[in-house]
Nanobody, 122 residues
Framework: QVHLVESGGGLAQAGGSLRLSCAAS????????MAWFRQAPGKEREFAAA????????YYADSVKGRFAISRDRVKNTVSLQMDSLKPEDTAVYYC???????????????WGQGTQVTVSS
C-alpha cells in the first residue's frame, strides 16, 4: 500500500514563497513519476509540475514555469515543490500524486495525497 502525505501549505502574500513536501511510504520504488496537481475553488484539478523519479527530469505547466521548482529525494522518498513569486491565482488545494508510468493526466495517476491548502493574498 502506498501513502502520500503533503505538508507545507499555508498563507503567503503575492510575491512570496512557500515550499510543499510530499512524503511517500510503501512501494515508492515502483514510481516512475511523481507530480503536483492543484485545484482552485470551482475549477477542475490541473497539472502543475512533475518529476521523473529515476532521472530527476522535471516538467512544468506554463502557468508555473520559471516560478516553481520540483525536486525529489530518493533516499527520504520525498518530493518537494518550491513555489516562488506567488500570485493570487496560485491559490488552490495542492495534491501530490504518483504514477507507475510516464503520465501527466489527472486520470492516469495511481496514487494521491489528501491535499494541502495554499492561499496567496494580494
Amino acid at each position: 500500500q502506498v501513502h502520500l502525505v503533503e505538508s507545507g501549505g499555508g498563507l503567503a502574500q503575492a510575491g512570496g514563497s512557500l515550499r510543499l513536501s510530499c512524503a511517500a511510504s510503501g512501494r515508492a520504488y515502483s514510481f516512475y513519476r511523481m507530480a503536483w496537481f492543484r485545484q482552485a475553488p470551482g475549477k477542475e484539478r490541473e497539472f502543475a509540475a512533475a518529476i521523473n523519479w529515476s532521472s530527476g527530469i522535471g516538467y512544468y505547466a506554463d502557468s508555473v514555469k520559471g516560478r516553481f521548482a520540483i525536486s525529489r529525494d530518493r533516499v527520504k522518498n520525498t518530493v518537494s515543490l518550491q513555489m516562488d513569486s506567488l500570485k493570487p491565482e496560485d491559490t488552490a488545494v495542492y495534491y501530490c500524486a504518483a504514477a507507475s508510468g510516464p503520465r501527466f493526466r489527472t486520470d492516469d495517476m495511481d496514487y494521491w495525497g489528501q491535499g494541502t491548502q495554499v492561499t496567496v493574498s494580494s
